[in-house]
């Protein structure tokens, strides 16, 4: 059996966070488990509010989890506070996780902040040096990067900067990018792009699903580059059946 847990925020609507992440571990086959790190107001119109756990409790919940479930892989989201990431950071580091993938969620589609402005150095300096793979998008990675990415070079260059940050991979998303969807990984022996079709329409979801698709394919023992391979694959053929289920226009996965 292969275990993957998600430490996130959760979604009410459930096209993001944990929610999200437990549907991916069971379509992909694999014993999911979650443990919620922030709370959050939310529908398929935007994000209202937020709240985190309280760090003594995420702690608490951890600790139990771990000493007697051990994952296999481990898939970050948002943990919006300081001490909430270092928490993550110090039970990472005591259960002597290897197979951590960083989704280092800074804001909400519609703009809402998802990561305080005091936990950013923390999650670049505690949390980056122990992950196996850090899955930015590309505004994510400029603010980590501290650069405005406007070509390929650019790309490059904060790519370069996040991994001096300690992680051993580092996958910049291109959704934000004008033509196909190409996401490009950073720190094997060649960078590797991967692309597919750009689906037409609004998505909730897809960086959330995405990570959790790549810890689970991690957790079964696939190289990280193949990894990244079939979940975007993975991620492109849940799009083809995406569809609204809210009263606004944003398409959920259809697990």
Not at 84 to 109: F, G, H, Q, R, W
Not at 132 to 139: A, D, E, G, Q
Not at 181 to 191: E, F, N
Not at 213 to 236: M, R, T
Request: proline share 6%; hydrophobic share 40%.
């Amino acid at each position: 059996m292969r275990k993957v847990l998600s430490i996130a925020g959760s979604d009410p609507s459930s096209g993001a966070g944990i929610q999200a992440d437990l549907k991916t571990f069971q379509a992909l086959g694999v014993f999911g488990m979650a443990l919620p790190a922030a709370l959050t107001t939310q529908n398929s119109r935007g994000v209202f509010g937020v709240k985190g756990i309280t760090p003594g409790m995420l702690s608490k919940q951890l600790d139990a989890l771990l000493s007697d479930i051990l994952p296999d892989a481990v898939k970050t989201g948002m943990l919006l506070t300081k001490r909430n990431v270092e928490t993550v950071a110090t039970t990472i580091n005591k259960y002597s996780i290897k197979s951590l993938v960083v989704d280092p969620v800074l804001k909400s589609s519609s703009g809402r902040p998802l990561l305080q402005p005091g936990a950013l150095k923390s999650l670049a300096g505690k949390l980056f040096p122990l992950a196996m793979i850090v899955t930015p998008n590309i505004p994510e990675a400029e603010v980590l990067a501290g650069i405005s990415i406007t070509s390929e070079g650019d790309m490059d260059h904060a790519a370069g900067k996040i991994m001096d940050l300690g992680p051993k991979y580092v996958l910049i998303k291109g959704g934000h990018r004008i033509g196909p969807a190409a996401d490009t990984l950073y720190g094997g022996r060649s960078v590797l792009s991967f692309s597919t079709p750009r689906r037409r329409g609004q998505f909730h979801g897809t960086g959330c699903v995405l990570s959790s698709a790549i810890a689970v394919f991690i957790a079964k023992g696939l190289p990280v580059e193949k990894a990244v391979e079939k979940s975007k694959q993975f991620v492109d053929k849940m799009l083809t059946t995406a569809e609204p289920p809210g009263k606004s226009n944003i398409k959920y996965f259809q697990f």
